[in-house]
Nanobody, 116 residues
Framework: QVQLVESGGGLVQAGGSLRLSCAASGSIFSINFLAWYRQALGKERELVAG???????NYADSVKGRFTMLRDYGKNTIDLQMNSLKPEDTAIYYC??????????WGQGTQVTVSS
């Protein structure tokens, strides 16, 4: 059983930056899929950034060039650096790990609100 705890959410003005962090209770080195998802009010959950072990990180088109997912295997953390934030980035952000397309473990979520 792995527990994930997100932090770093908050309120920011459009154009600003936030860095979300996800701390895992165990090693993430051998995990096949590390990801950040988000869910805006009234919308379906969407994949924001996903890293497949042995592959590369893929980003949603809406965040390419603005968001960067960072992995630290020594600290067992998965960060999401978010720059040039837009009001449409407002959502609850979740980190998730496990199998590709169907992560096993999820964090509790952290709210990101971008004001215009």
């Amino acid at each position: 059983q792995v527990q994930l705890v997100e932090s770093g959410g908050g309120l920011v003005q459009a154009g600003g930056s936030l860095r979300l962090s996800c701390a895992a209770s165990g090693s993430i080195f051998s995990i096949n899929f590390l990801a950040w998802y988000r869910q805006a009010l009234g919308k379906e959950r969407e994949l924001v950034a996903g890293f497949t072990r042995g592959g590369r990180t893929n980003y949603a088109d809406s965040v390419k060039g603005r968001f960067t997912m960072l992995r630290d295997y020594g600290k067992n953390t998965i960060d999401l650096q978010m720059n040039s934030l837009k009001p449409e980035d407002t959502a609850i952000y979740y980190c998730a790990i496990g199998a590709l397309g169907n992560p096993t473990y999820w964090g509790q979520g952290t709210q990101v609100t971008v004001s215009s």
